[in-house]
């Protein structure tokens, strides 16, 4: 077979296990073998650059950089619908239908997405072109991160139209999007406030390998061609998925065929009530009458069409008094403002405390200590403020200064251009941050020290015992017994628990120190290629950006870190006390190819400890999976399961297997 011939079945086959996968949640094949065959289609290409395709599966993972994004004007408008907040007005927009149309009207409920409006321009069966909303004529040619959406055909199959453009939202699900925060938690980085706006930062973003890395995903809701075929809207997204588009299901009652009034209000109070457990956002919901023909009798006004309403659910929003903004002081020196407020319920929980994140957010909302602000709480967890009510606000306030000192230290802020967050600088000196970088050190997922807390951290502090992490090692018993509240048996269990972190490898040592960027995977991708502490100390900006998914950014961080020569005392004095800075080959000898290409979740309590179960995975070849998925081969299950995981298992018919069978398996009984 020519390389020419070979490339085009690689792709006309990894185009069909990618919508098995993602479309169909169906695959017929494992990762690993998929991971193969785009391997061989990617050497392929570059080494035959004149047969690679701008379609080829392997603009999934992205790579190319977009360095200004190109005005397209849209062939087809994009209007916006009208909105409406009341059931009267709902069946305000049903009467004027049925007045300008004759006979029986159908309509179409469907659920409207919270994310970036996108549309989507294909031509004989090749995705061409992805374009943001813009001013509705005009919009941003995005197509290099369009493509990196899984669910969205880079082909299409079936029958389909020559010539259209589909319409649809790109949205972050709520799970990717929270695992990206808890990402960015850890590797000390301030976090994102809504999945919305996350998305929308994501598809412009010039770098599509960091989209493709997040996880974003795309619902479509409408069909535009000169000439569609179909009777209605119903029918054609039926068709749309024929051709591989990912649409909404009618069987999740995502989408519904309605003949009624009531149909509409059935539709509507169902998600008022389930939409919190979405797995997205939405805003509400759109009501659309079926039939093409009558959509035309209907047509248009200047910016929305006739045929269609949108719904708008009460956002979850309570108003309360906004008593003082605080600024709390994180381990990497990022200065957070609080909004403290008088307590108030707010979707089943009690708010007391709500992010203002910065201080551009504080100005553009004009938020003011006294104020009475409106709080909103979405899928995410942290609720935010989402305005002022400006009737309320006390005749003598004055605008909030973001603070110029840092309120711990009394050190002067710094803001970097173009950055939106203040930091002190004083990172040695300034508390927060130090006791902050002792309880990063000490966490489960990094040094796992048993019988140290948060609490005990502070009080070896204020007794003058721990000023950074290296002093943890050189605690006595003597220095510790004189603590409040410290029996003989717990100061004994800590430093057990000191002794035992020196047998914590290398690269969560690494993720531990709280090198700025430096997360879990971070940590362990500079680990296994650099595998001591000395190679990674000595690496320039130039070697480490030759890394894997190291960028520039977490290249600098990591020189700066080593440039500070207190860090490398620290080091040093971490190394004399018996901590791991090496790799240790053994641990990373693979012991079998059992579970080759196979993705195993583990979920529940075991005798033996999460950390061990993932280490025998990976070193019988197997891969970790964070939460259950289409992608996942089988499930280890321990006692206590959580019930929703339980069921989504059980939905996918992922095979499920004890602790027993499992060691069994892998021949470690
Ligand atoms: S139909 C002309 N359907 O809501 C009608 N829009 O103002 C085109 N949206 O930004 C829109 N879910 O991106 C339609 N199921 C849905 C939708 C939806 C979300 C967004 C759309 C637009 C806004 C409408």
């Not at 919270?114 to 943001?132: C, K, L, P």
């Not at 808890?182 to 989209?211: C, H, W, Y």
């Not at 090496?582 to 195993?600: A, F, P, R």
């Not at 206590?640 to 004890?658: F, R, V, Y």
């Amino acid at each position: 077979m020519s390389p020419k011939e070979r490339i085009e079945q690689l792709t006309r086959e990894l185009n069909e296990h990618n919508y098995n996968y993602y479309v169909l949640n169906a695959p017929v094949i494992s990762d690993y073998d998929f991971d193969m065959l785009l391997k061989e289609l990617q050497e392929l290409e570059e080494k035959y650059p004149e047969y690679a395709s701008p379609n080829s599966p392997t603009k999934r993972v992205g790579g190319d950089i977009t360095k200004k994004f190109e005005t397209v004007k849209h062939r087809f408008p994009m209007l916006s619908l009208s909105n409406s907040y009341s059931k009267e007005e709902i069946e305000e927009f049903a009467e004027r239908v049925k007045k300008l149309v004759d006979g029986e009207v159908e309509y179409v409920c469907e659920l409207k997405y919270d994310g970036v409006a996108i549309s989507i321009t294909y031509q004989n069966g090749e995705f061409v072109r992805a374009v943001t909303r813009g001013d509705g004529v005009q919009g941003e040619d995005v197509t290099a991160n369009v493509k990196t959406i899984r669910t969205v055909p880079l082909k299409l199959r079936g029958d389909y139209l020559p010539d259209f453009d589909v319409r649809g939202e790109i949205i972050f699900p709520l799970d990717a999007f929270n695992r990206l925060n808890e990402e960015r938690e850890e590797a000390g980085e301030p976090l994102f406030s809504n999945p919305r706006n996350t998305a929308s930062g994501t598809i412009k973003m010039q770098d599509s390998s960091v989209v493709a890395s997040r996880g974003l995903d795309c619902f479509l809701y409408q069909l535009y061609a000169d000439k569609i075929p179909f009777e209605g809207h119903f029918e054609a997204l039926q068709a749309i998925a024929k051709w591989g588009f990912k649409v909404p299901k009618a069987e999740d009652n995502y989408i519904k065929k309605v003949h009624s009034i009531e149909g509409i209000m059935d539709f509507i109070d169902y998600w008022d009530k389930h939409r919190e457990n979405l797995p997205f956002e939405i805003d509400g919901i759109v009501i659309k009458v079926n039939n093409f023909h009558k959509q035309e009798e209907l047509g248009f006004t200047a910016k929305s069409p006739r045929w269609a309403i949108a719904y708008k659910f009460k956002a979850e929003r309570v108003s309360t008094l906004l008593h003082k903004i605080t600024y709390q002081v994180g381990r990497t020196g990022a200065i957070t403002p609080v909004a403290n407020l008088e307590p108030v319920q707010l979707a089943g929980t009690i708010v007391k405390r709500a992010s203002l994140h910065n201080a551009d957010q504080i100005e553009k909302l004009d938020i003011r200590e006294r104020d009475t602000v409106f709080v909103e709480k979405g899928g995410e967890i942290i609720p935010k403020i989402v305005g002022v009510d400006l009737s309320k606000r006390p005749k003598d306030s004055k605008p909030t200064h973001f603070i110029e000192y840092c309120p711990v230290c009394g050190t002067k802020l710094i803001r970097d251009e173009g950055e939106a967050q203040h930091y002190c600088p004083n990172s040695n000196g300034c508390k927060p941050q130090i006791v902050g970088r002792i309880e990063h050190f000490i966490g489960r997922k990094m040094m796992n020290i048993d019988g140290l807390g948060v609490e005990t951290v502070n009080q070896l502090y204020d007794a003058g015992l721990v000023k950074n992490v290296a002093d943890l090692y050189d605690l006595t018993l003597e220095d510790l017994l004189p603590l409040e509240r410290m029996a003989e048996k717990s100061a004994q269990n800590l430093l057990q628990g000191l002794e035992e972190s020196k047998k914590v490898p290398f690269e969560r040592v690494l993720f531990a120190l709280g090198i700025r960027h430096v997360g879990e995977t971070v940590a362990k991708k500079l680990a296994k290629h650099f595998k001591n502490i000395d190679n990674l100390a000595s690496a320039d900006v130039e070697t480490l950006v030759q890394v894997d998914e190291i960028g520039e950014v977490i290249a600098k961080s990591v020189v700066d870190f080593f440039n500070d020569e207190e860090n490398r005392i620290i080091i040093e004095r971490l190394k004399k006390a018996g901590l791991q800075f090496s790799i240790n080959e053994e641990d990373h000898q693979q012991k079998s190819t059992v579970l080759e290409g196979k993705t195993v979740v583990i979920s529940g309590v075991f005798n033996k400890s999460r950390n061990e179960l993932k280490k025998l995975i990976e070193e019988h070849g197997g891969k970790n999976g964070s939460s259950i998925s289409g992608k996942t081969d089988f499930l280890l299950r321990g006692d206590k399961m959580g019930p929703s995981k339980l069921a989504k298992a059980e939905k996918l018919d992922i095979p499920m297997i004890s602790e027993d069978e499992f060691l069994e398996m892998i021949g470690e009984k």
